[in-house]
């Protein structure tokens, strides 16, 4: 069976063919999802926003002028559903919240990362999982969008509106901040071995 | 010696060669065994970045979205294949079911009901006769299967099978399918 491409799917939907759309949703709804659910943070609330941002897709498949992929639209759709959510419950925008560019102050501790060799990829993989779900919405999402959704900085650009270089930047600290919070993690279980 | 600061380290770990600093880091690390334990944390944190998983909405999510946008969720695999199978098998089924057992002597079911309902010419009578003339012949011989033969030969057994699949594909085929898939997405 030939498995049509994204672009191929979106210009038969634009002539009639809806029935290709759930092929779409196959597609992008685990990792719209997992997007979403960095974003809210609540499961509920993120089914709903996916399902709104698929509704608008479709809905809106004709304006597709087909300058970005597919994907990178969708997601740039999805991306606004999750910050009107966010409005709603009364938090202004990810990216302007106050002392915004500033990471949670990293405090003391030493100068360079533990050694992790003594720990498992698996173990390694959850702790890392646990760390991005408690990390501010702003971080999470970018990292979301560059190692899930896998992303390039122009495409991450695309989607929030940013300019290229403070989505690098945003990554950055992200990482950092995902670093600093891996080796308080890590050293505390090494001590207890 | 001096070893790089936290920042500039996790820096180099992910720049490329030709970046600021790039070499000058390096060199450093390249002889200094507590510096390369800790590029190699860093790394292992940023390769189970990319181990991150997907997580997937509830078993309803795809079914109300579907709702929403007025479609229907997708066919069930199976069903596709008795869809897409069974008239074809059906036809099969019975025209190898009509020659062999025309012509052979050996199956269980009495002689005078043998006589009426297998072979071409009574094929070919009831076909002449129209819808009941067809019902009639087919009842008949789905009749015989279930009375004399069930059970005693896998072969019957699986012919009945076959007449149970073609069955319900032609009941999708003609009936249940062109109603159910009047609004198909």
Known sequence: MIQLSDEEIVARLRNGETRLFPTLIGRYRDRGFSLALRILRNTQDAEEALQDAFVRAYNGIAKFEGTSAFGTWFYRILYNVCMSALARRKQVSIFAEPGEGDLPDPGPEPELPGDYSGFEMRDLVSRVESVVSRMPAKYASIISMFYVQELTYAEIADVTGLPAGTVKTHLFR???????????????DTVIV | ????????????????????????????????????????????VEQSLHRLGVQRPSA??????????????????????????????????VAAAVIALGSSTSGDAEPSLRKSLFGVRPAMEALMAGVDGCTAWTTGIAAKY?????????????????????????????????MLRRKNY
């Open chain 2, 146 to 178: 279930l009375t004399f033969s069930l059970g005693s030969d896998a072969i019957s057994l699986a012919m009945f099978l076959c007449f149970l699949f073609a069955g319900i594909g032609l009941l999708d085929r003609f009936l249940l399918g062109p």
């Open chain 1, 174 to 188: 992200a990482r950092l901040l995902l670093q600093k919070e891996m080796h308080k993690e890590l050293n505390q």
């Open chain 2, 1 to 44: 010696m001096n070893h790089p600061a936290r920042q500039t380290l996790l820096e180099y770990a992910w720049s490329v060669p030709g970046d600021p600093g790039f070499s000058e880091t390096a060199e450093h690390i390249a002889g200094c065994p507590r510096c390369r334990g800790a590029l190699a944390a860093v790394r292992a």
């Open chain 2, 60 to 93: 309803a999510f795809t079914r109300d979205l579907l709702k929403k946008l007025g479609m229907r969720e997708t066919t069930p695999i199976w069903w596709t294949f008795l869809k897409n199978f069974a008239p074809i098998l059906a036809s099969g089924v």
